[in-house]
């Protein structure tokens, strides 16, 4: 079988992801998700500090962790010392888990996951150019583990 980045299909894949936007969900979720990270397992923290930290609105991070508690990502403490806390040690918890519980799984178009939203998929010309960058995406970014965002930021993960 031929490759599918022939030189006209390498143009395009780059094109788009020159001009692909991560959205504030994602950037912020993965954020917070950092400094839970950073904070494990020392104890819960609270939003309102994570927010602090990272200038962020403690009204939007409230709405983030909602899914992230869905998908067993984050859990709740309750109590004057209670906040949030990662469910697993940051070496385990992927970006794409992270993306994946903020954004769900459609891939970078939604015909890629769920071909039968679209009459076209099955003769479309860029499903397979959709398919194979969501494809790449979910590969790298499944290698990249909270630990190592801390870590290249210089902050040192709690023993």
Known sequence: MPSILDGDTAYLL???????????????????MVELA????????????????????V?????????????????SIRGPKGGYLLTRPP???TIWDIITALEGDKGVTPCVTYPEWCDRSEDCPTRHVWSLMTDTLKRKLS???????????GKKLCP
């Open 143 to 153: 290698t990249i583990t909270l630990a190592d965002l801390a870590e290249k930021q």
């Open 14 to 32: 780059v094109a788009v992801l020159k001009t692909m936007k991560i959205t504030t969900r994602s950037r912020y979720g993965t954020r917070m």
């Open 91 to 93: 070496t385990t918890i």
């Open 59 to 75: 009204k939007y991070l409230e709405q983030l962790i909602i899914p992230l508690k869905r998908t067993g990502l984050v859990k």
């Open 38 to 57: 950073v904070n494990f397992p020392k104890g819960p923290i609270q939003v309102g500090e994570i927010a602090k930290k990272e200038n962020l609105s």
